[in-house]
């Protein structure tokens, strides 16, 4: 089922949370919704839910307004951040409920269930309460819960924040199996933009209610619409033509024609990467990232005058004037 | 290591001690003071028909306060943790009133609001609807007097399971029905129960309201309590005493009922 959002605002007393936001999500795809904390993002996803009413604009599902239409009658899957869990009901019973509130048969009920809870590996922990399972374990159990009513939009509000690395990780790389195994329209929340770029196919980047850039992963990465967005998937380092990635300055030891000189304040070698933390000619400190082998070749030591430029082909802004602000 | 022991010793014994001197103290005393004329007059007291109709009283006053009471409480607590309307902080204050207010002082401004030449009691008498001296005036003023119990312990529930639960439900396609059967109520259960049973033993004891409003009329309008203070001022102190121990025990029996319904892991 596609969505449809267009023109969306939504205002929380003095505060603008959201303004006027357009956004296409395709039938079947996964889409996330990136940005930092207080830009908007879960409330535009609640609006999709129904569970927030917009002040301005629509929202569609498959080309049917549904802007007015209570969250019960719009076959929306929820997942949220804190699980959300039916504590005084077990495992089994919370992944049941949408299909009890159908009044669907027992035998079927039962059926579907155990197939969930198969799908998400929790049916040996059936019989259990929320409160015996561990963080990721119970995002499993939410996440069984909303496929049992067969939704056909998944929306997920930051579904691994409040879970460690590791676990984090894994749900990951399990959410987007299951996104291919199902035949669902996914829309994930989440401020982690690397999480993103490895679950989604689409990623719309908001920040303070607008939405700053759609596009695939690699679209936002190697060709940013703004300095936000650029910003916004990893460190920058000002340079006079524009910013630039730190990976993508370039250190030698002979000066060359548009290379500006620095000192080497530190050299950090961590792992296949090496991180040398620079000094300019104005005394600001920023930072390149090598890869071991080049630092080697460099031989670098603190104290040493280097000469930067940033690479050939490197990811800048457009339209970027000298002395801007960082939007870091 | 030897101070810290003795510390909490004493610590434990000035509970007890405190204990003792205010609770447990003057009700042995009364057990004890009931039985001075033997078990005869003891029996006498409780089944003297007015003595049976004053119990009787007071438990039909109880079973119509406690859940009308606890509807409503469950009510204004939804509405205030959940819901946003103009006066909210007024209406939250104003549960609280029936604690601060003397029950007197309840008792007087339904006989004001409902007595002859008062807002209602006129219209109320021109329809032949007696109110005050009568079973309607008291419940009215049972219900104001234990009115907060429920509303007060299912808010504090309310805000701390929070509303995602709910939301859940509804994204899964409950109704606001289905939602508050299935999920609210069952997270809110212990809070309920346990102000069903504050406000059932602030409804068995209520005395002042209700001795206003009342006409403590023999055989009619007599509850338990005002048939203590009856036999106490016609010098029967040991036909008070007898009532007492009976309306201490109900209130023990409520209390024990309580313990027994609570899951281990609320108590504390």
């Known amino acids: ?328 | 290591m030897h101070g810290r022991t003795l510390r909490r010793l004493s610590l434990r014994g000035f509970a007890l001690f405190y204990l003792l001197a205010v609770l447990v103290g003057p009700v042995a005393i009364i057990s004890w003071r009931t039985f001075d004329n033997g078990i005869g007059h003891v029996w006498s007291t409780l089944t003297d028909p007015a003595t049976v109709h004053a119990f009787v009283l007071t438990l039909e006053i109880t079973a119509i306060a406690v859940p009308i009471n606890t509807v409503f409480g469950i009510a204004v607590g939804l509405a205030i943790v959940r819901r946003d309307f103009p006066l909210k902080g007024l209406l939250n204050a104003f549960i609280d009133l029936p604690l601060a207010l003397s029950p007197v002082v309840v008792g007087l401004s339904l006989f004001l609001l409902y007595g002859r030449g008062g807002w209602l009691g006129d219209w109320f008498m021109r329809h032949g609807i007696q109110i005050l001296f009568a079973l309607p005036a008291m419940v009215l003023a049972t219900i104001f007097v234990s009115l907060p119990f429920v509303a007060r312990e299912v808010i504090p529930t309310l805000r701390e399971i929070g509303d995602e639960q709910e939301q859940a439900a509804h994204t899964l396609g409950a109704t606001g029905w289905q939602t508050f059967r299935r999920i609210t109520l069952p997270a809110i259960r212990w809070a309920v129960i346990y102000g069903v049973v504050l406000t059932t033993a602030r409804c068995l004891g209520e005395y002042g309201a209700v001795a206003i409003v009342s006409g403590r009329i023999e055989g009619q309008t007599m509850t338990a309590t005002l048939t203590v203070e009856d036999h106490y001022d016609n010098f029967d102190l040991p036909g008070a005493y007898s009532i007492s121990i009976v309306l201490a025990l109900m209130a023990i029996l409520v209390l024990i009922a309580m313990i027994f319904l609570r899951p281990e892991e609320a108590t504390a």
């Open chain 1, 1 to 328: 089922m596609s969505i449809e959002i267009r023109n969306v605002g939504k205002r929380f007393g003095d505060f603008v949370a959201l303004d006027d936001v357009t956004l296409e999500v395709e039938t079947g795809s996964l889409t996330a919704l990136l940005g930092p904390s207080g830009s908007g993002k879960s409330t535009l996803l609640r609006i999709v839910a129904g569970l927030e009413r917009p002040d301005a604009g629509s929202v569609a599902l498959d080309g049917e307004d549904v802007t007015a239409r209570a969250p019960q009658a719009r076959g929306i899957g929820f997942v949220f951040q804190h699980y959300a869990a039916f504590k005084h009901m077990t495992v089994r019973k919370n992944v049941a409920f949408g299909l009890e509130i159908r009044r669907r048969p027992k035998a079927e009920v039962a059926e579907r269930v155990d197939e969930l809870l198969h799908l998400v590996q929790l049916h040996g922990l059936a019989d259990r309460y929320p409160a015996q399972l561990s963080g990721g374990q119970r995002q499993r159990m939410a996440l069984a819960r909303a496929l049992a009513v067969e939704p056909s939009v998944l929306l997920l509000d930051e579904p691994f924040g409040a879970l460690d690395a590791r676990v984090r990780k894994e749900l990951r790389v399990w959410l987007r199996r299951l996104h291919d195994e199902q035949d669902v329209t996914t829309v994930i929340v989440t401020h982690d933009q690397e999480e993103a770029m490895d679950v989604a196919d689409r990623i719309a980047l908001i920040h303070e209610g607008r939405i700053q850039q759609i596009g695939e992963p690699r679209e936002l990465y190697d060709a940013p619409a703004n300095d936000f967005v650029m910003t916004f998937f990893g460190p920058v380092v000002r340079t006079e033509g524009g910013l630039v990635r730190p990976h993508d300055l370039e250190l030698s030891l002979d000066e060359r024609p548009g290379a500006s000189e620095a000192m080497v304040a530190r050299v950090v070698h961590l792992g296949f990467e090496v991180r040398v933390d620079l000094l300019d000619g104005n005394g600001r400190a920023f930072s390149t990232q090598l890869t071991r082998d080049e630092e080697a070749e460099l031989e670098l030591e603190r104290g040493q005058i280097v000469f930067v430029s940033p690479r050939n082909g490197s990811v800048g802004t457009p339209g970027l004037g000298v002395g801007e602000e960082l939007v870091q």
